[in-house]
């Protein structure tokens, strides 16, 4: 087991391995930008490296500025956190030829499924289904419009590299694939030097479920279930859930073997998430596979009992994953709320500032991880989320009951924070029952506006 790890992330997630890093009496090393010069769970780890500037671009997406505090505080790994560097195959081989352990899949890995072409292609040689579409990049607009009147529309237009709801247009007739072709190709190329794209048919009134995947260096692959993500604004998730609502045991099993087919295939190892689209008749089809740990994956501990984090360590140290499949149960229900400062009655748009009231709910089955506390100052430099808010309880009813109530209790001001929406969303019928898809924030947003007025 490593004795020192260099922690390259900052926020809710550096809090989260740091502590994972002291519970496995691992000395966790932290870096920080100046801009986070003053967090307080700096103070949780064993040392601490300032690494730039606030812009990311010369801090937490610097690899020289993180491979130089890795050196100089003499580390055996790096956790790569979420977001930042953690799927960057370059960061991972510079970690590789300077003897420093990777916490994440291998640079081999990455970059296959890094690439959707390609990550789309190992997934029909798995027997995983994939959405109807191009057999890899479509060159030009000719080419796709060729395709579209092949497969009908609408489409969906993506970048290869993408990421983010980067790249991705929706498209419902021939007048408007062109433009749409133009643009998503600039936007994948000024965003991941890369604008290359292919194209789907476009699956309306789908539900996000992706399935939680464990595997070791010795190719053994578990999954640890489901969870459901269709809440989401601009293609970035709001709200999870385990298990997922609506689907059937049968789905849920034949999802599950497809996730850990395709792991396998791809020898991949570490913590993964592979992501599906699921239509009105419970089909699904592979989206992508997300090469790190991600932020709704305490959802996943809450309702296995599993610390995936912890898990993430073991099997970079070499440990052979030995949970059994059968043994990973989904115990009772569990829901994440993203607490970002935006304001959704302005379009979502962020509200850094100082937050001078922080007041966290609590209770039976209630759990929040955060960074923030009174006196943060939330900055405009990084993501918005401020902090995750989650219940786990034995029914989905109690989950929502208990959700409502720690959003009541949870005082964070005065900036604007997505606290109202979560609220909006758990009093939504269709929610209650489970009837959401991918657009229903849109939707129930709108009933919202029309109400009000």
């Known amino acids: 087991m490593f004795s020192r790890i260099l922690v390259a992330n900052r926020g809710e997630i550096a809090l989260r391995v740091i502590r994972a890093c002291r519970d496995m009496g691992i000395e966790a090393i932290a870096v920080y930008s100046q801009a986070d010069r003053d967090a307080p769970y700096l103070q949780l780890a064993h040392d601490a490296v300032c690494i ?239 090469a790190r740990i991600q932020v709704e994956h305490p959802v996943t501990e809450l309702v296995t009992g599993l610390d995936l984090v912890q898990w993430q360590i073991r099997i970079a140290a070499g440990e052979t994953l030995n949970i059994r499949q059968d043994a990973i149960k989904q115990r009772g229900v569990a829901m994440e709320c993203r607490i970002n400062a935006e304001s959704p009655e302005h379009n979502f748009r962020p509200s850094p500032g100082r937050i001078e009231s922080f007041v966290l709910p609590g209770g039976p089955g209630v759990r929040v991880d955060t960074h923030a506390h009174a006196g943060y100052m939330v900055s405009p430099y990084y993501d918005s989320m401020i902090a995750k808010l989650l219940v786990h309880r034995p029914t989905r009813e109690e989950t929502i009951a208990v959700l409502r109530r720690a959003l009541a209790e949870f005082q964070i001001g005065p900036i604007p924070t997505t606290i109202p929406l979560h609220e909006q969303i758990l009093s939504h019928p269709d929610f209650v029952r489970g009837d959401v898809d991918t657009g229903f924030i849109e939707r129930s947003l709108n009933i919202a506006k029309r109400t009000a007025k």
């Not at 970690?95 to 420093?100: L, M, N, P, V």
């Not at 479509?138 to 590299?161: Q, R």
């Not at 133009?182 to 890369?194: I, P, S, V």
């Not at 699904?284 to 596979?289: A, D, K, N, R």
């Open 52 to 290: 730039g500037p606030a812009a990311a671009a010369a801090s937490y997406l610097n690899p020289a500025a993180i491979m130089s505090a890795a050196e100089i505080t003499d580390v055996e790994a790096i956790h790569p956190g979420y977001g930042f560097l953690a799927e960057n195959s370059t960061f991972a081989q510079m970690c590789r030829e300077a003897k420093i352990e990777f916490i994440g899949p291998t640079v081999e890995a990455m970059d296959l499924l890094g690439n959707k072409v390609a990550a789309r292609q190992l997934a029909k040689k798995a027997r995983v289904p994939t959405v109807p579409g191009s057999d890899g990049a479509v060159e030009d607009e000719e080419a796709a419009l060729e395709i579209a009147a092949k497969i009908g529309y609408p489409i969906m237009i993506k970048a290869s590299a993408g990421g983010g709801g980067r790249g991705i247009r929706p498209v419902h007739n021939k007048a408007a694939l062109l433009s749409s072709f133009r643009n998503a190709r600039a936007e994948a190329d000024a965003a991941f030097k890369d604008g290359t794209l292919y194209m789907e048919k476009l699956i309306e009134r789908p539900r996000h479920v992706e399935v939680q995947l464990l595997g070791d260096t010795r190719g053994n692959v578990v999954h640890l279930w489901e969870r459901d993500c269709s809440l989401q604004r601009r293609n970035q998730k709001l709200l999870e859930e385990s298990p997922s609502p609506h689907i059937t045991p049968r789905t849920r099993r034949k999802l599950c073997a497809a996730a850990v087919r395709l792991a396998k295939v791809a020898g991949y190892h570490s913590a993964g998430t592979i992501e599906f689209l699921v239509d009105e008749k419970e089909n699904f089809y592979f989206m992508e596979l997300n």
